[in-house]
């Protein structure tokens, strides 16, 4: 919201405060520019914003934002909860500099065990549309995908697809490795014996480890006394699994669902670490790195994450039944204003939080508290590494000044087809990921590397030539990923410069890879003479460059994958004018499949309902000008 001149200068706190209600709600407030710098809540309004314009304040953080408040504004709620999660929406669309946000929007996955004859395991994310019962959350997906696969070994229930599953005529390799019971197909599994391995792989994602290895040894020792040696001896390998399995895990209690909570802060980077407690067990954990403005009490930090965590609407998960806060920082947390309670309500669900506890608790509160120490110590020490190749590759490149921002350009095709470059960027922190661009290449000649560099180049930097872009978004440092034809199409892009253009053109360096394509041996190529920087393979800048040019390959090769795999998915009936999801819908099922419909004749291709004679004629040769 963007306030005039005659507003900014005319704004009077005094004012401004005389007219202010005392009803709960949510302000907001604005710079000069009209950039929404911060947003807080509160249960009396005049109260809580005449604070930051008492004549004594105490903290320097608010002390620097009071002096650039050019504007209030002000969003009145029935109650101190509404004014909670409307200002938690606020900070997340806003994003305001003077706020601790936290980083993380992505949902959490779970483990589905699905409501079907018969039952599925399956990875699932985001909304929990379909019917069946869910476990979870995990921290993230390489813990869900290695919990199937644990679970493909020890019980045998399908994993694959229902379109999948549907289709068998025969028993798939699954089967073979004893790693399903096939009850696809008939005669090879009862629903009776299926129905037992959900149960007790249900009971086994609940933390019952020794109630299933008690109902297998039942099992067991009864098929063994039917004289059914065989079923007895799949019982009895499962329980060798499940004691292999218990053995190894020894983080594994009797609280049900709680999350603990560990904090760090050191030198400018607060590290949070959460450990996820579900059925008795720890099912993974994860370290936080939230933005904290200068000045920021560790009370404030905390609170802001806990209130960004799990007011968060965009994720899908389920709250605990008790939080654990960190032992040294809950006492100032729990503050008279009765914030966590103010939670609950917002949550509209009964949560214990506490910090003073003991036994079984006060070990995952110690845990969680290592980690988050962990966590910080290697945050910090990437920090300071990434600060010393930065400063070293200023060296190798005698830049003359602070290197503020990098960029790569990368490209990704197969034969030619489904062209992805590819913009990776890094600051002296690191890969600034909420920057990195993906582009998909078109109207050049399938392989042109070349052309596809100078394309994106253009679509890329034309914006900033214009100077219609935030200057702050042009790189110091460009890199090129290739030789020295790949990096001349750069250098003829900015060749022709402005010089009124938003800031100077980006210091152009070629990556050519090196003998053999092994790392290590990379030259750098500088723009202008096209002279080479050879780099011993030990070289910290050398290093920073493999890094960023790594980042780059992997973001465009994921890119073209994508790409790729969405063009095989797609119909060539989707391009053809005319056809929409019905038709499409009624031609493949009136003549079998997409390939007899390639082969299909006009006149066949007429007798479909809802296909004119024309609308034929045009499917028939679209297929064959292929």
Request: with cysteine; glycine share 6%.
């Amino acid at each position: 919201m963007k306030k005039t001149t005659q507003q900014r200068e005319t704004f009077n706190p005094k004012q401004f405060l005389q007219s202010l209600t005392h009803q709960p709600g949510v302000y907001r407030m604005y710079d000069e520019s009209g950039d929404i710098i911060y947003v807080g809540k509160a249960k009396d309004l005049r109260k809580r914003v005449g604070s930051y314009f008492r004549a004594q304040v105490d903290s320097p953080k608010t002390q620097t934002l009071v002096r650039q408040i050019a504007h209030i504004d002000v969003t009145v709620t029935n109650t101190e909860a509404e004014a909670l999660i409307l200002e938690n929406n606020f900070i997340k669309k806003y994003r305001p500099r003077y706020n601790v946000l936290l980083r993380d929007d992505k949902s959490y996955p779970y483990i589905l065990v699905s409501d079907h004859q018969h039952p599925r395991l399956a990875f699932h994310r985001g909304t929990r549309r379909e019917k069946g019962r869910y476990f979870g959350p995990f921290p993230n997906g390489v813990a869900v995908r290695n919990s199937l696969r644990l679970l493909q070994k020890l019980f045998p229930v399908r994993q694959c697809e229902d379109s999948y599953y549907r289709a068998r005529s025969r028993p798939c390799l699954q089967y073979q490795l004893q790693r399903c019971l096939a009850p696809c197909v008939k005669g090879y599994c009862s629903d009776e014996d299926y129905n037992e391995q959900v149960d007790l792989a249900k009971a086994f994602l609940e933390g019952k480890n020794q109630q299933v290895i008690d109902q297998l040894v039942i099992k067991m020792e009864g098929a063994s006394e039917e004289l059914q040696f065989e079923r007895a001896a799949r019982f009895r390998d499962q329980i060798a699994a499940l004691r292999q399995v218990q053995e190894r895990n020894a983080v594994t209690g009797n609280q049900q669902e709680l999350d603990v909570i560990g904090y760090a802060r050191q030198g400018g980077i607060a590290a949070i670490h959460l450990l996820f407690i579900r059925e008795g067990s720890v099912q993974g954990s994860r370290s936080y790195f939230p933005k904290v403005p200068a000045n920021t009490e560790d009370s404030e930090v905390l609170l802001a994450f806990l209130l960004q965590f799990y007011l968060n609407d965009q994720i899908e998960r389920r709250l605990p039944r008790e939080i654990i806060l960190p032992e040294q920082n809950a006492a100032t947390v729990l503050d008279p204003e009765q914030e966590l309670h103010t939670l609950e309500q917002a949550l509209a669900q009964k949560i214990r939080m506490t910090h003073n506890v003991r036994g079984e608790r006060r070990k995952y509160q110690i845990l969680a508290q290592k980690n988050a120490m962990n966590a910080l110590d290697s945050k910090a020490n990437q920090a300071s590494t990434m600060m010393m190749r930065v400063r070293a590759l200023e060296q190798v490149l005698d830049f003359g000044r602070p290197i503020t921002r990098m960029e790569c350009f990368d490209i990704s095709h197969t034969m030619g087809q489904e062209t992805v470059a590819s913009c990776v960027v890094f600051d002296q922190q690191g890969p600034k990921k909420s920057d990195y661009r993906r582009y998909n290449i078109k109207g050049i000649t399938p392989g042109d590397d070349y052309a596809a560099m100078a394309q994106v180049l253009q679509r890329r930097f034309d914006p900033l030539k214009q100077a219609k872009a935030d200057a702050a978004a042009m790189p110091d440092v460009l890199f090129i990923d290739g030789g020295k034809g790949q990096l001349t199409q750069a250098e003829n892009y900015f060749s022709d410069w402005p010089t009124i253009a938003a800031r100077a053109a980006p210091l152009l360096v070629g990556v050519a890879k090196g003998e053999s394509r092994k790392p290590g041996l990379e030259t750098l190529i500088l723009a202008g003479g096209h002279a080479t920087i050879p780099l011993p393979a030990d070289a910290p800048a050398l290093h920073l460059v493999q890094h960023i040019r790594d980042e780059s390959h992997r973001f465009a090769i994921t890119g073209h994958r994508q790409r790729r795999a969405k063009v095989r998915r797609t119909s060539r009936l989707e391009d053809i004018p005319g056809i929409g999801a019905k038709r499409r819908q009624r031609l493949l099922q009136n003549l079998g499949g997409l390939q007899q419909v390639k082969q299909a004749s006009i006149e066949q291709l007429a007798a479909v309902p809802g296909v004119s004679h024309e609308l034929a004629e045009t499917i028939y040769h679209a297929f064959r000008d292929e």
